[in-house]
């Protein structure tokens, strides 16, 4: 598998878990949108960082090529499925009243 494809599958794994499995539905709030729109800037700007400095690179024949702030569109998409899955464990633990022990 390539990295385009774990990443597409981590995206639909990621709404799945959302949407049908724990059903928080945060992909339907307006609050989760503006909350990512937030993230995904500092996301952009440690991408940036990190991949114009050669200090995380990438394997031409690994990715489709397309570059955001010099990061491949696999990693933003990678990172939609990482917020996404841990605001959903927040809500679903929050909900459970999720206890330490």
Request: with cysteine; hydrophobic share 60%.
């Amino acid at each position: 598998m390539s990295y385009t494809q774990i990443a597409i599958c981590a995206v639909l794994l990621a709404i799945l878990f959302d949407l049908w499995l724990i059903k928080s539905r945060l992909l339907t709030r307006k609050v989760f949108w503006t909350s990512y729109a937030i993230i995904i800037f500092f996301q952009l700007i440690t991408n940036w960082w990190l991949t114009s400095r050669n200090i995380v690179m990438y394997a031409d024949s690994a990715i489709l090529g397309v570059r955001i702030a010099s990061a491949p569109v696999e990693d933003l998409l990678f990172g939609f499925a990482l917020v996404l899955s841990v605001l959903d464990l927040w809500v679903y633990w929050g909900k459970k009243g999720f206890e330490r022990k």
